[in-house]
C-alpha cells in the first residue's frame, strides 16, 4: 500500500510506520482534527475474501476524504489508525474468518490525517456455504463508549 | 392456481385501496387469480407466512430476511429509494437533539421491526439501549402521534412517509429529533416457490410499470415513482446489513 503523502495532511501531523501482519508496512500522518460522524446515516464498505476493498457507500467514500477510486482495490486497512491496537485487529480477523460476526469500536484515519470514531460490526458474506467476502457497517457511536475504548486501547498499546 | 399476496402491515391505511388496485392489474397482466390478504400487524403476517399461506409479498426489509434465507424466496423488484424513518418528540418538550434523551425515556412505537430497530440505532449516541427505555407499544402511526402529543411519550418512531402524511398542523406541535439516511435497506417484492418459473417476467413487469401511464399512475397511489429490478445478491447484501444492525 501507498505511503501517505505529506501534501495530503491538513495541519501540523505526527509521523508512524504501521506494520501490517502480512509483514508490509506503511508510512502515516496524523493530526489530531477530529471529523464528527454523519448523524442518521451508515457507513457501508465491502471486502474480498482478503479484505480488499470492493465496494463502498457515499458515506464511506465521504468520511474516508479519499475519493471512490482511491479506495476500491486497497487493502481495507487503508483506513488503519495508529491508535488501534494491531491485537483489536488479528481478533476482527480471526472471529470473520471463521463465520462469525464482529463488533467494535474503531478509531479510523483519513486521507488528511484527521480521524474518526465509529461503531463497526464486520459480517461474512456466506453464499452457497462458502464465504465470498466481508461487509462491514458502521453506525455512530456514543461519546461515552468512545472514550471507554480510547482507554482500552490505550492500555492494550 | 390461486396466489396470495399480501404486503408489509407498515404501509399507510390511506394506500389500502390503491393496493387492491394495484392486485387486479397484477391479475390482470399475468392472468392468474391472485387473493390479496392485508394483515393488521406484523405478527399476524409473520404467522401466516409460517403457515406457508403467502405466494408473493411486498415484503418488510426484515421478513425479506427470513423469507430469502428461510423459505427460499426470490426478490425481483423494489422501491428506488430506501426506507428511512424519524425519531420524534413534542415541540413542547427540552430535547433538541438526539443527545439531549436520557435514561428513563419513554418510548412510543408500532411493532414495525425495521423502524424500531433503526430507531434505537439512532438513540445509540444519546448512550440509550433497551435497558434505559420504556417502551410503550401502540397499533397505529396516528397513536404513536397522540402518544407524544398528549406527553405519555417522550418520543415517537416513525416511518419518513407516514411522518409526512401528518397535516401541517399536527407536524408544526412535533420535532423531528433525527432522520436516518441508510438508503441501503428497502421494502421487496418477493415470489414464493409456487411463482418462481415467473420470477423474470414478474420482474420485468414490476421494474417497467412507470413506462406506462396506467403505470405511472399506479405506482403514485402506492407512493412510489417506480420500481427497480433487484438482483439476489443485492437483497442478500441487505440481509447481511440487517444482520448487522441487531448487534
Known sequence: ?157 | MNINFTISPSFPTERISDWYIFNTWLQRALSISIHLELYNDFGSQRRAIAEGSVDLIYANPFDASLLVRERNFLAVAGPTGGDEMVVFTAAAKPYQNITDLQSGLRLSCTDDPSVNTVGRILLEPADLDASDIITLPTETYIQVTRAVLRDHADIGFMPVDAFSSLSNVVQRDLRVLMTSQLHVIHHSFLVGPALHERSEEIANLLSSLHESAKGSELLAGLGSERWRRIAHEDVELMIDIISTLTQ
Open chain 1, 1 to 157: 500500500m501507498e505511503d501517505m503523502n505529506p501534501a495530503w495532511i491538513t495541519g501540523e501531523a505526527r509521523e508512524y510506520t504501521l506494520q501490517f501482519f502480512d509483514g508490509t508496512r506503511r508510512r502515516v500522518y496524523v493530526t489530531d482534527t477530529e471529523t464528527a460522524y454523519p448523524h442518521g446515516k451508515l457507513i457501508v464498505s465491502r471486502t474480498d475474501t482478503e479484505g480488499v476493498i470492493t465496494l463502498g457507500n457515499q458515506s464511506f467514500v465521504d468520511m474516508s476524504g479519499y475519493q471512490e477510486s482511491e479506495l476500491v482495490g486497497q487493502p481495507h486497512s487503508i483506513l488503519r489508525h495508529p491508535d488501534m491496537p494491531a491485537a483489536a485487529f488479528q481478533n476482527l480477523w480471526e472471529t470473520i474468518r471463521s463465520g462469525r460476526q464482529w463488533h467494535g469500536y474503531v478509531k479510523n484515519l483519513r486521507k488528511d490525517g484527521g480521524y474518526y470514531w465509529v461503531y463497526a460490526t464486520v459480517v461474512p458474506n456466506v453464499r452457497q456455504s462458502r464465504i465470498i467476502g466481508y461487509t462491514s457497517v458502521r453506525r455512530e457511536p456514543s461519546r461515552q463508549k468512545v472514550a471507554a475504548a480510547e482507554a482500552m486501547y490505550r492500555d492494550m498499546r
